[in-house]
């Protein structure tokens, strides 16, 4: 119980070492929380940048804005990183993956293409508001006499950043999420199971070095021998029981004088198998 104790102890530790070591040869941006966090920092990111082309253009309740922000932001990352993980697995060549892959980049090119033009046709609307102008909509002659300047080229940059925007984000996820050799997940997997697969190999010898030992303590060939003596006595004894009482039986039949020695005889031979222990 001691030696299995130590070597799941061993076990243990071998793996953690085994991890370890994978964990060290390899960039921190592989790390599966570094990766999340960026992720998650890209869509709050893209969340910033449309929250508000969308409040500027849309009237609904400032709740349904925040959600639909949300979700587009959240879509306009994801999809990039779910376009990745097909592309890393290279055994599946099915009609379905095809479909996928063709859905996750449609999704991703038209909620960018539509936000581009968002962004890029309310440019001046957005600037205007953030400067101060106001634009009421209460009279068609109040909305004629507001003359809305255009934008310059610095606010022009500006937008065409923005508009951009969305695009380097998901290709920052898409770049996490992409692996350049997609069987060194693989290849890792296995050299672990390996170090497990060995220890478990470990322990089973010692389990049968132990078994072994025991064996040797108990000397079991000496005990098999008399096992074995023990059972020819017992079947011998067998053997004269039954003939006896076959001619004791036959005595009787016939009525001859020697009936009660062979009853004598056939009794002291019961007596000796009751007694005979295995």
Request: glycine share 4%; with cysteine; aromatic share 6%.
């Amino acid at each position: 119980m001691l030696r299995g104790n130590i070597r799941r102890r061993q076990s243990r530790t071998a793996v953690k070492a085994e991890m370890g070591k994978q964990n060290a040869g390899q960039s921190f941006l592989q790390n599966s929380w570094v990766k999340n966090l960026i992720i998650l920092i890209c869509i709050i990111a893209d969340m910033a940048t449309l929250y508000n082309i969308f409040e500027l253009q849309m009237t609904q309740q400032q709740m349904l804005t925040i959600i639909i922000t949300v979700v587009i932001a959240g879509a306009l990352n994801i999809a990039p990183v779910l376009l990745a993980l097909c592309l890393n697995d290279k055994e599946d060549k099915s009609g379905l993956k095809k479909m996928q892959m063709t859905a996750f980049a449609g999704v991703f090119l038209l909620l960018f293409v539509s936000t581009a033009i968002l962004r890029w046709t309310s440019r001046e609307e957005l600037f205007a508001s953030e400067s101060g102008l106001v634009i009421s909509g209460n009279s068609s002659m109040q909305a004629q006499n507001i003359d809305i300047q255009e934008t310059t080229m610095a606010q022009n940059a500006c937008a065409l950043i923005l508009l951009l925007e969305p695009l380097a984000t998901s290709a920052v996820c898409f770049g996490l999420s992409y692996e350049k050799d997609p069987y060194r997940k693989k290849r890792q997997f296995l050299r672990l199971q390996n170090v497990r697969l060995r220890q478990e190999r470990d322990g089973y010898q010692v389990q049968i070095t132990e078994l072994e030992q025991e064996l040797e303590e108990c000397n079991l060939t000496e005990y098999d021998k008399e096992q074995y003596d023990t059972m020819r006595k017992q079947i011998e004894l067998y053997r004269q029981y039954f003939k006896i009482h076959a001619r004791r039986r036959l005595a009787e039949k016939d009525g001859t004088a020697n009936a009660a020695t062979l009853l004598l005889e056939e009794s002291k031979l019961v007596q000796a198998i009751g007694g005979m222990k295995l």
